[in-house]
C-alpha cells in the first residue's frame, strides 16, 4: 500500500509539473479582456502540486506494512485485463491495420474468456459466443442505429 | 401555480410510449443494479448514447428510471447477496442479509422496496414544492454565485466526505485539470495537448464514468474473488401483504429517515452518509437496539429510506442550478446537454414541459418501480446466479459499446480502459472518484463562472466574499475546506479523544 501510495503521489506531482509547463507557455495571467488560457490550469496545478507534497510526506511517514496486493488476488484481475486489451485490439487497432469489428471481436472475447477462466462446455461457449453478439447487432446497429466499428464478417454479410 | 404545472407534467409523463419508456427504464435499471459492475451512474452512461434520437422528455425519463431501478436494485442484492451494489446499501445489509439467511427474505425486500419507495416519495413532494422556488431565486445569480455553489458543491467533498481529505481534493483538481485539455472556448487557443491530436477533442467524463466506475468496479470484485451465493428468494401476495400491515409501526422512522435523506442529499455525496446516519438514529431510538444487526426489519427501513430520499434529493440542484449532486446526475446533465437543453435556471422558463415532465415521472416512475420490483425479484436475482466467466465478459462489452457509442471514436474504448485501471488503483488507495468525475463534468462551468467574476471584479477575488448571496455560500464553502483541519484541533480543546468514529468512505 505504502509504495503505491508513494507512487502515486509522485505522478500526481509530475501530472502537476506538466501542466504548469503548458499553462505558462499559454499564459496564466491577466490578459487583454480578462484571464489568459493558462489561468485555470495553472492554478490547479500548483495546489495539486501542494496537495500531493502533503500526501507524499504522508505515505512516507505511514508505517502500513500491507501489500497493494497479494499476487494470488491480483492474477485474476490480470485475467481480466489481458483478454480485455486483446478485444480491443481486435476491434480496430492502433495504425494503418483493420481490425474485425467490435461484434466479431467480442465473440472471440467472450468465447475465450468463458473457457479460459469458466471452463465452460464448448456447445455453451459457441452458442453465447454467436447468439450474444448478434443480438447485440440487432438492438444497437438496426434498432437505435448506433454504428460500431465494422469489419470483414459485416461486410460480408452486407453492412 | 406548482400545482397547474404538475398537471401539465402528468399529461406529459402519463401517454402510453413515455409509460412504456418508464417500464423499460426500471427493468433496465434493476437489472444494472443488480449486476456487478454496473451501477446507476455508468448504466446511464452506457445507455445515453441510446438517447440522441428520442424526444428530450421520453430521453430524461428513460434515464431517470432506470436510475430509480439501479436504487431498487441495490437493495436486492444487499439482502439476498451480502453483497452491497451501491455504498448508500451497506447499511442495508447489516439486517437484510441476516434476515435473508433465516428464510424472511420476502420480508426483509418488501420492507426494503417500501420504505425506498417512501423516501423517494418524500423528496419528490419536496421538490415539487421546492424547485420552482429554488429556480426562481437562481435565476437572478450571476456568475460569482455559481462559482460560489461549485465552491460549496467540492467543499462538502472534502469536509464532509470522510476518508482523506486531501486525497478528495486531489481528485477535483485533477477532474479540473482533465476538463480543460482541449480547446478553449473562450480564446480559441489549445491546452494542455502537447502536439497530440487525439488530445485536442478533450476528455468525456461519460468515457471516464464507464471506465472508473464499470471496468474498475469489475476489477475489483475479481479481485475480491466474490461468489455470488446468495439466500434463496419467494415473494408470495401474503408475505408482501403482511409486511405491509406491520411497516406503518415505524412510522417515526420514515419520518426521520426521509428527513435525514432529504437535508443530506442534495448536497454531493450525501446518500451514503444519509444511510449510515439513519441506521444509527434508529437504533439509538430503537426499544431493542440489541436487535440491530441480528435482522431487524428496522434496520432495513431505515438506511433504505433515507438512501432513496438522498437519491432522489440530488436531482433538485441538478434541475434547479444545472449542478448535480451525484455522478448519476452529472451524466444527466451532460445528457441535457446534447439533447440540446440548457441546464440550470432557464429550464423552467424555457422548457417547463420538459421540467414538468420529468417531476411527475418521478412519481409515475417511483409507482411503476415498487411494483414491478416486487413482481419480478426472483428473475433479477437469477441474474446474480449467471456464471461469473459470462458475466464479466458481457459486461465489458457493454461497457466497450457504450463508451465507443458516445462520439463513435476508437479512442474512447482505450480511455475507458484507462480509466478503469485509474479506477481500480484509486479505490484501492481511497481516492473517491465521485468528486472526480463532478469536477470533470462541471470544469467548463467553474472555469467560465470564475473568469467572468474576475472580469467583473478586474481580477479581485474580494468578489465572491463582498457580494450578500455569494458570500455566504462562500464562507460556508471555506468552512467546510478547512473542516479536516479544524476538527482534530477542536478535539484537542474540548479534551476528547483523537479520532473518533470514521464517516463511511464514499
Redesign the interface.
Known amino acids: ?1 505504502r509504495l ?2 508513494l507512487v ?1 503521489a509522485a505522478v ?1 506531482m509530475l ?1 502537476g509539473g ?2 504548469i509547463y ?2 505558462l507557455r ?1 499564459g496564466a495571467g ?2 487583454i ?9 495553472f492554478w ?2 500548483a ?2 502540486g501542494a ?2 507534497l ?2 507524499l510526506v ?1 505515505a512516507w511517514r505511514s508505517a502500513s506494512v500491507e501489500p ?2 497479494t499476487r494470488d ?2 492474477i ?2 490480470l ?3 489481458g ?3 486483446g ?2 485490439v481486435l ?2 487497432p ?1 495504425g494503418p491495420w483493420s481490425g474485425l469489428g ?1 461484434y466479431v471481436a ?1 465473440g472471440l ?2 468465447g475465450f ?2 473457457r479460459w ?4 462446455d464448448w456447445r455453451t461457449i459457441v452458442a ?1 459466443a454467436t447468439v ?1 453478439p448478434v443480438i ?1 447487432f440487432l438492438i ?1 446497429e438496426t434498432w ?6 465494422k469489419g470483414p464478417v459485416e461486410a460480408w454479410f452486407g453492412y | 401555480m406548482g400545482l397547474e404545472n404538475l398537471f401539465l407534467g402528468f399529461q406529459i409523463a402519463v401517454t402510453p410510449f413515455n409509460l412504456f419508456i418508464a417500464v423499460v427504464g426500471i427493468l433496465l435499471g434493476t437489472i444494472i443494479g443488480v449486476l456487478p459492475g454496473l451501477g446507476g451512474a455508468n448504466g446511464v452512461a452506457i445507455l445515453l448514447p441510446l438517447t440522441f434520437s428520442m424526444p428530450p422528455t421520453s430521453a430524461i425519463i428513460l434515464l431517470t428510471c432506470i436510475y430509480w431501478g439501479a436504487l431498487f436494485g441495490g437493495a436486492i442484492t444487499s439482502v439476498l447477496f451480502n453483497i452491497p451494489g451501491e455504498p448508500w446499501s451497506v447499511a442495508t445489509t447489516f439486517d437484510g442479509y441476516p434476515l435473508a439467511k433465516a428464510g424472511r427474505s420476502g420480508e426483509a425486500l418488501t420492507a426494503a422496496f417500501t420504505s425506498s419507495f417512501v423516501g423517494a416519495f418524500f423528496s419528490i413532494v419536496l421538490i415539487t414544492f421546492f424547485a420552482p422556488i429554488l429556480a426562481e431565486v437562481a435565476l437572478k445569480f450571476g456568475p460569482p454565485e455559481f462559482f460560489a455553489i461549485q465552491l460549496l458543491t467540492f467543499s462538502s467533498f472534502v469536509g464532509l466526505g470522510g476518508g482523506n481529505p486531501l486525497k478528495s481534493l486531489a481528485t477535483i483538481l485533477i477532474g479540473f485539470m482533465l476538463s480543460t485539455v482541449g480547446l478553449d472556448i473562450v480564446t480559441g487557443q489549445l491546452r494542455l495537448t502537447y502536439g497530440f491530436t487525439d488530445l485536442m477533442k478533450g476528455f468525456d467524463f461519460i468515457i471516464a464514468v464507464i471506465g472508473l466506475f464499470g471496468i474498475g468496479e469489475i476489477l475489483l470484485s475479481v479481485e475480491e474473488g466474490l461468489r455470488f451465493q446468495g439466500a434463496k428468494t419467494e415473494m408470495k401476495l401474503r408475505v408482501v401483504l403482511d409486511t405491509w400491515k406491520i411497516l406503518p409501526r415505524f412510522y417515526r422512522t420514515f419520518v426521520r429517515s426521509s428527513i435525514i435523506g432529504f437535508w443530506m442529499g442534495f448536497k454531493p455525496g450525501g446518500a451514503t452518509p444519509a444511510s449510515f446516519m439513519s441506521y444509527a438514529f434508529a437504533k439509538r431510538f430503537s426499544k431493542h437496539p440489541e436487535r440491530f444487526g441480528k435482522g431487524e426489519l428496522e434496520g432495513i427501513v431505515a438506511p433504505e429510506t433515507a438512501a432513496h430520499a438522498a437519491g432522489v434529493a440530488a436531482m433538485l440542484p441538478m434541475i434547479t442550478l444545472g449542478i448535480p449532486g451525484s455522478p448519476t446526475a452529472a451524466v444527466m446533465l451532460g445528457g441535457l446537454i446534447i439533447w440540446g437543453l440548457q441546464p440550470g435556471p432557464m429550464l423552467f422558463v424555457d422548457n417547463p414541459d420538459f421540467v414538468w415532465g420529468l417531476i411527475a415521472s418521478m412519481y409515475t416512475g417511483n409507482v411503476i418501480g415498487v411494483l414491478i420490483v416486487l413482481a419480478f425479484v426472483p428473475f433479477f436475482a437469477a441474474i446474480l446466479r449467471i456464471p461469473f466467466a459470462i458475466l464479466t465478459p458481457l459486461i465489458v462489452v457493454i461497457c466497450a459499446i457504450g463508451s465507443y457509442a458516445v462520439h463513435n471514436s476508437m479512442i474512447d474504448i482505450w480511455y475507458m480502459l484507462i480509466f478503469g485501471v485509474i479506477g481500480y488503483v484509486f479505490k484501492k488507495l481511497d481516492y473517491p472518484l465521485a468528486p472526480f468525475v463532478l469536477a470533470l463534468v462541471l470544469g467548463d462551468m467553474a472555469e467560465n463562472a470564475l473568469r467572468q467574476s474576475l472580469i467583473m471584479s478586474q481580477g479581485s477575488l474580494a468578489i465572491f466574499l463582498t457580494r450578500p448571496i455569494s458570500g455566504v455560500i462562500t464562507a460556508v464553502a471555506i468552512f467546510f475546506f478547512v473542516m479536516p483541519v479544524l476538527t482534530p484541533w477542536w478535539r484537542r480543546m474540548r479534551g476528547m479523544p483523537h479520532g473518533g468514529p470514521e464517516s463511511p468512505q464514499l
Open positions: 500500500m503505491l501510495d502515486t500526481l501530472l506538466i501542466v503548458d499553462a499559454l491577466w490578459g479582456e480578462g484571464p489568459q488560457s493558462g489561468f485555470f490550469p490547479l496545478a495546489l495539486l496537495v500531493s502533503v500526501l504522508q497493494f496486493v488476488r491480483f485474476p484481475v485475467k481480466v485485463l483478454p480485455l486489451a478485444f480491443v476491434t480496430d492502433p467490435l467480442a472475447y467472450l474468456y468463458m477462466v469458466g471452463r465452460h453465447l450474444i447485440s444497437f437505435f442505429l448506433v454504428p460500431m466499428p
